[in-house]
């Protein structure tokens, strides 16, 4: 049973982005950080900005406001670090979010079959009904890798 | 008395890596994986021109014995803008030789970082992870990772017909008197 099916009260991050508010199960939150330094180097995978380390941890920056609402933030307030979960393993993303965040507890209605992917269920809260985002479904990268015909196996790290 | 430790504290594993440029971006090399570094002048002669439209990143084959040794453009390979290429890195173990900028300086890691599954396109295949060194994010390279088999495959049959037609004209050459 995925954590959208078990409908009870639930706590969530709220996070804004442009003029929409969208919300995350706070499970899924790492933490908040300022925006610091990001370091960018080539790569093919759209809609990843560059990576931020935090921690000791390089975690990617994925801006999912372009995505969401349209529009790619203008500013940038916080990094909402979320974890992403597939097949028992465990990994980090930061999400640009223009604005403060707020941690509320709410019903959640799950999400129809007609929903976008990238919705997990709705929450109401102060007269706004909210999208709770399904991060696997907006983020790159949970899906099976295409390591390409012909490569050589990736030599496995050493240090 | 003195007692025999039971565990010994295993000594951090650390690998020595060559820091390049290529395009004004830094990346990182195994010093272990590179055979050669040599200037792109002492190349002058000793290259072939190769002109495979599927694969623009390389221009030139150098022979080496019975080997061709593809020379990738490191900065178009990597989809960077291109920049004047000032040395040639020969690759241990691959048929590649490596354009790049120049080099920043040789140090050592002592962690490489896999790539976040997020990252799930080409750069898969051209990073064997991150390092962090001096708080930069530095991407460490695959040797392995520069030429699929079937982009070599293609090389050596538009450097073999190459190679064929330079051997024919040089021949004609001997011939006239």
């Known amino acids: 049973m995925s954590w959208a099916e078990q409908l009870d009260a639930r706590s969530c991050v709220l996070l804004r982005l442009g003029d929409r508010r969208f919300a995350l199960a706070a499970d899924q939150v790492s933490e908040l950080v300022a925006p610091s330094r990001m370091f960018r180097f080539a790569h093919r995978t759209p809609g990843i900005d560059g990576v931020i380390l935090r921690r000791g941890r390089v975690v990617p920056v994925c801006d999912v406001a372009e995505k969401l609402t349209g529009k790619r933030l203008t500013s940038r307030r916080y990094y909402l670090v979320s974890r992403r979960r597939n097949e028992g393993t465990t990994d980090w993303i930061a999400l640009p979010v223009s604005g403060d965040c707020e941690l509320i507890q709410a019903d959640l209605t799950p999400a129809g079959p007609s929903d976008s992917p990238h919705v997990a269920a709705w929450l109401s809260h102060a007269g706004e009904v909210i999208e709770v985002l399904n991060l696997g479904a907006l983020t790159p990268g949970m899906e099976p890798v295409d390591s390409g015909e012909g490569r050589a196996p990736i030599a496995e790290a050493h240090a | ?177």
């Open chain 2, 1 to 177: 008395m003195r007692f025999t430790p039971m565990h010994k504290t295993p000594a951090a594993r650390t690998e020595q890596i060559i820091l390049f440029r290529s395009s004004s971006q830094i990346f990182a090399i195994s010093s272990c994986s590179v055979q050669e570094v040599r200037s792109v002048d002492s190349l002058a002669g000793a290259s072939i021109e190769i002109d495979d439209v599927t694969v623009p990143k390389v221009r030139h084959v150098l022979k080496r014995g019975e080997r061709s040794v593809y020379v990738v453009n490191a900065a178009l390979h990597f989809g960077l803008r291109p920049s004047p290429a000032a040395l040639i890195f020969i690759l241990r173990k691959t048929r590649v030789g490596l354009l790049i900028d120049g080099i920043e300086k040789m140090t050592t890691m002592a962690r490489l970082q896999a790539l976040s599954p997020a990252f799930c396109h080409e750069e898969r295949v051209w990073y064997r992870g991150l390092t962090v060194l001096d708080q930069n994010v530095i991407p460490v390279v695959n040797p392995q990772g520069f030429l699929t088999e079937q982009e070599l495959r293609q090389l050596d049959a538009t450097a073999g017909a190459l190679l064929e037609a330079e051997a024919a004209n040089s021949s004609e050459v001997e011939l006239t008197p």
